[in-house]
């Protein structure tokens, strides 16, 4: 590689150089090769954490403090110094659950989280000046916000609030006492999670580490959440078929991502040159495939930390209707579910349904009023602040009120027969698609100005659509209050939490829309 490449590698890393020859040889950016090192490390890890520290070998403390350790080690591995702001958001929220009143420590954890958060983001945008981004630390304080935010809401819940003051969901997940330091740096920074996540609930990750969560989902599925009923004494069910069947998904989506993506630059769409000589139609489906050959580099990290999880016999969901184990638990995404999508809800469902549930769970669910609005704005801060990701959320709420009406109005005329329900599903496939590709472009592009000049290249069609559709059937289909919890952000949720039986069933029912 050139000298250009080199400077361009070490600008944009501020963790370790070991591995620059690797990257200078392979072509990628080293910060890309120290995350998927981490991560093939924390494969092997979590194997040996789960044959050779297993609750049956270890005590909990041994386990939380080899979790913690080496997620403290990965993450000075990929950031360096930048690491530190990730440890002292742990810690200073930590104070806050010890030492602030306990009916305010969900505001309090709130306040500091996402306010640190977004100062680190607003510092983002300076270092990297709207750079194409891979894996900078601001990753891993995303997901410790959602996970700090997440323990303070379910404390207040189980610590302040009366049983008949919560919902189902919220009974079960509530935590009666506050955690000890080690569980506290446990949870937020253990090596499964704390590079790409997902965010877990904090009652289930100290399951896992104290041995009840196989025998925890497993009674929870049969309904007898407080029996003994011989769970105790079940076997381990083998994650190993489970991880292979992800690994091999991993490399598709890496072949995918080598043969396919670097050839449909996003960029390209908002070129001058393409934008003022190329046809309309030519232009939308440029960035149709563009779209679509952006999703897999997601795909597969989301994949691979799922990987990581259920290796350490993390990630248990219960058994299937098959009477198969399912290891769906910590699982961010339905591939399937999303490229077969047929509506807006649909997509956004199977789309990185932790994040979902944790917006559910802090503000959809607990805001008085403009809960969709306000969840939107919620993600669009969690994202960081370019100004792409306000223009994609800010569009997604007239999209999700138009899809949700025209549903409504329009699929039970296609439901008299196979051949018309089959075309109203190919219409509404190729719909959302389009919608979704015109939505997400922003966050991809980062900046006003390309985001600008695509939406004009476009003609602003699916904001007029959108719109339209939502004004004219608003009187027609006023949401009702009771179906609006159950209209928005809780497909997965109401899977995995709303009961002892709900808990067991698959995270990609799609029953609700959430927002992400």
Known sequence: MGERADTAFNINTTGSKWLLPVSEHLGFPLDQVNFLACQLFALAAAFWFRLYLSPNHANPLVRHAVATLLGIAFLIFCFGWYSAHILTVVVASYLIIVQADINNVHRYSMVMAMGYLTMCQVSRVFIFNYGILSTDFSGPLMIVTQKITTLAFQLHDGMCKKSEQLTSEQKLLAVNVRPSLIEYLSYNLNFLSILVGPCSNYKDYIDFIEGRHISSRLRQQSGTCNGQNGYDKTLEPSPLNTVCRKLLVCGGCMLFFLTVTRSLPITYNVDPHFVSNTPFLTRLTYAFFSIQAARPKFYFAWTLADAVNNAAGYGFLGMDENGKPSWGLMCNLNIVGIETATSFKTFIDNWNIR??????????????????????????????????????????????????????????????????????????????????????????????????????????????????????????????????????????????????????????????????
């Not at 549930?357 to 306000?374: F, G, N, Q």
């Not at 979704?436 to 904001?463: D, K, N, W």
Request: glycine fraction near 4%; charged fraction near 15%; proline fraction near 4%.
């Open 355 to 516: 994040t979902g549930i944790w917006l559910k769970t802090v503000c959809y669910d607990r805001a008085p009023k403009h809960r969709l609005a306000l969840t939107f704005i919620l993600s669009a801060l969690w994202h960081g602040v370019y100004p792409g990701y306000y223009f994609t959320f800010i569009t997604a709420i007239p999209i999700t009120i138009a899809a949700r009406n025209v549903r409504k109005s329009v699929r039970h005329c296609f439901l008299g027969s196979r051949g018309s329900k089959l075309a109203y599903d190919i219409l509404t496939w190729a719909a959302t698609q389009l919608a979704i590709c015109y939505t997400v472009m922003p966050f991809l592009l980062l900046a006003v100005e390309p985001t600008l000049v695509y939406y004009r290249s476009m003609y602003f069609h699916v904001h007029i659509i959108s719109i339209l559709a939502a004004i004219a059937l608003h009187q027609k289909h006023k949401p009702r209050e009771p179906s609006a919890t159950t209209e928005t952000f809780s497909s997965a949720s109401s899977s995995l939490s709303s009961s002892c039986s709900a808990q067991c069933q698959l995270v990609h029912s799609n029953n609700n829309d959430k927002v992400d």
